[in-house]
């Protein structure tokens, strides 16, 4: 780290940040790098969307519409909402940054899970508002203990359903009781970046919460099931105080005019979106089938990765799984920045990558009996 500067500051509490690390791309010395360390979609977007995205080359010189107005005509269409109560953003990390820097400031609390996503207390922090964690029952966000942290300084309560990275879901009944209980000047942010891949009976993403409640914003992503991880497009939907109020604190043009073709384009292909959940729900299956009989137990998984303990055999083991699958090319993403050193994360890839991975989890399981 770069020692702060004698005079010029930032504000208390930035240079406490520990820096977002995202998942590694590359495997020294392997020749082909199979990444599956930030649970992109191996398949990518819908053809439609790349269409869409070369053909807006022409047009570079010319800002975006700010207000997105096709892009989010199109979510409102494939999504079944208001259209008005809709706002883009630059990835749901943009989101995710704004309600922070709109909702909460120093002395206010930003509540999360142990487990939950780490932007949430990065963007916390950020705004100079204060992160805090309550505990989590079997990896899973614990509506009780959410609600036992709350003070009359929570501000805001993330919860990701299925969170990242633990995989795991919240019920519905559950959700909405969290909703009913939190203090009256706290807004609940449903984060539901893995929204697509769910398959759980009475399922709901967010809309339906908030169309009934006044405290309750959905943010969603375009990098997941979407395959567009790279273009940065995420979206909020929630009442119209808090639709407002991001339309005042985010960039006029904070998605450009390839975001919101290509988003446009890949939110209407149906078949595309229910084609990847169909895959990646049937490899995701097979995969934890394969690593349990390795003696690899998964978190119930609902999204587009795995969560694996390889701890059982010491805290090295983690590490030394994941040193053996690098060179073997095989990508994926330690836990210790989410406080679970003896997990591993594996993100769900094509047929061929998931065979990979069982293979050479056996291997490693055989080479340590
Ligand atoms: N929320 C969750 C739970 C995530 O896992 C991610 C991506 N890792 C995001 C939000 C951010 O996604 P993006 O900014 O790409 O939309």
């Known amino acids: 780290m770069t020692a702060p500067h004698p005079a010029i500051a930032p504000r208390p509490g930035i240079l406490d940040i520990a820096p977002y690390v995202g998942g590694e791309s590359g495997a020294p010395g392997a020749n082909r790098a199979i990444k599956l360390s930030a649970n992109e979609n191996p398949r990518g977007p819908s053809p439609a969307a790349v269409e869409a995205y070369r053909a807006c080359a022409a047009g570079l010189a010319l800002y975006p519409d700010g207000g997105a107005e096709s892009l989010r005509a199109a979510i409102g ?3 079944g909402l208001d259209p008005a109560r809709i706002v883009c953003g630059a990835g749901s990390d ?4 704004l309600l922070c820097q709109a909702y909460a400031g120093p002395g206010d609390e930003v509540l999360h899970s142990r487990h939950g996503f780490l932007m949430y207390a990065i963007s916390a922090k950020a705004a100079g508002a204060t992160p805090v964690a309550a505990p989590e029952t079997e990896l899973t966000a614990d509506v009780d203990a959410l609600l036992a942290a709350c003070t009359p300084r929570t501000r805001l309560v993330f919860l990701a359903n299925p969170n990242n990275p633990t995989g795991t879901l919240v019920s519905q009944a559950e959700v909405a009781r969290l909703a009913e209980g939190l203090p009256p000047q706290a807004l609940l942010v449903l984060d539901a970046a893995y929204a697509e891949y769910v398959a759980a009976p009475g ?7 908030a169309d009934a409640r006044d405290n309750v914003v959905m943010t969603r992503t375009f990098s997941k099931i979407h395959g567009l991880a790279a273009l940065r497009l995420g979206w909020a939907y929630g009442p119209t105080h808090v639709i407002d109020v991001l339309n005042r604190v985010r960039g006029p043009f904070n998605v450009s005019v390839p975001a919101i073709a290509a988003g446009a384009a890949a939110i209407a292909d149906r078949e595309h979106v229910a084609a990847e959940a169909a895959r990646n729900a049937a490899w995701r299956d097979w995969l ?3 690593l349990a009989a390795a003696g690899v137990p998964c978190t119930r998984a609902h999204g587009n990765f795995l969560l694996a303990r390889f701890g059982e055999t010491g805290p090295a083991s983690a590490p030394e799984a994941d040193g053996w699958l690098k060179t073997r090319g095989l990508i994926v993403r330690r836990m210790e920045g989410y406080g679970l050193a003896g997990w591993l994360r594996i993100s769900i890839g094509e047929e061929a990558a998931c065979r990979m991975v069982a293979d050479a989890v056996d291997a490693f ?5």
């Open 94 to 97: 943009e989101i995710i940054s």
């Open 365 to 369: 399981r055989a080479a340590r009996a």
């Open 77 to 79: 269409a494939a999504e």
């Open 288 to 290: 934890a089938g394969r």
């Open 203 to 209: 399922y709901d993403a967010g809309a339906a919460l």
